[in-house]
């Protein structure tokens, strides 16, 4: 199993929830978050004075998937959540060494599939 985290701009969440629904993926936890990368920010007038904004707005969407299902889902969030433009995200893949379902306590594949 992997677990899929990714960093994206909020106004993409839409459709990189439809591309990753069109692949398979059964559900994905989303977080509001805020940071910055080589983007470093930006500044913004307001009611006269500028001031900069380092923390920007981002989501994080975090997915747990079957490792047959990982280029799949890696694809998907690239094609649906890129602009071109610097702050775009990042992706990141961990090993996930088991799952269980509280409900049942059922663990393994069977719990994210």
Same mark, same amino acid.
């Given at each position: 199993?992997?677990?899929?985290?990714?960093?994206?701009?909020?106004? $993409? *969440? #839409?459709? !990189?929830?439809?591309?990753?629904?069109?692949?398979? =993926?059964?559900?994905?936890? +989303?977080?509001?978050?805020?940071?910055?990368?080589?983007?470093?920010?930006?500044?913004?007038?307001?009611?006269?004075?500028?001031?900069?904004?380092?923390?920007?707005?981002?989501? $994080? *969407? #975090?997915? !747990?998937?079957?490792?047959?299902?990982?280029?799949? =889902?890696?694809?998907?969030? +690239?094609?649906?959540?890129?602009?071109?433009?610097?702050?775009?995200?990042?992706?990141?893949?961990?090993?996930?060494?088991?799952?269980?379902r509280i409900r049942t306590g059922e663990s393994g594949d069977i719990v994210i599939s």
């Amino acid at each position: 199993m992997k677990k899929v985290e990714a960093i994206i701009k909020p106004f $993409k *969440l #839409e459709e !990189v929830k439809e591309a990753l629904s069109s692949v398979g =993926v059964q559900g994905l936890t +989303v977080t509001e978050v805020k940071g910055f990368g080589r983007q470093k920010g930006h500044k913004e007038l307001y009611r006269g004075a500028e001031y900069i904004v380092e923390f920007l707005p981002k989501v $994080k *969407l #975090e997915i !747990v998937i079957t490792d047959d299902k990982l280029k799949q =889902v890696i694809e998907a969030i +690239v094609k649906a959540a890129s602009t071109g433009r610097i702050g775009d995200g990042k992706i990141f893949v961990y090993n996930i060494e088991d799952a269980i379902r509280i409900r049942t306590g059922e663990s393994g594949d069977i719990v994210i599939s």
